[in-house]
């Protein structure tokens, strides 16, 4: 049975289970209707638009 010839220390362990609890940004893309950034197949938040149509109706904090 392998056994280790030298204690790894605390840093070396814990940056080598750190590489599975990597998450990454999720993708973006442009809304074709206003240009914000939007998760894809998903109503922009901003304007409320799908598919080249209103889906949501949007109500600004400013009124």
Known sequence: MAVP???NPRARR???RANHDKVTAPNT????????PSLPHRVCPACGHYGGREVIEIVD???
């Open 61 to 63: 904090a400013t009124e």
């Open 29 to 36: 893309v442009p809304c074709a209707n206003c240009g914000e």
């Open 14 to 16: 814990n940056s080598r």
């Open 5 to 7: 010839k030298r204690k």
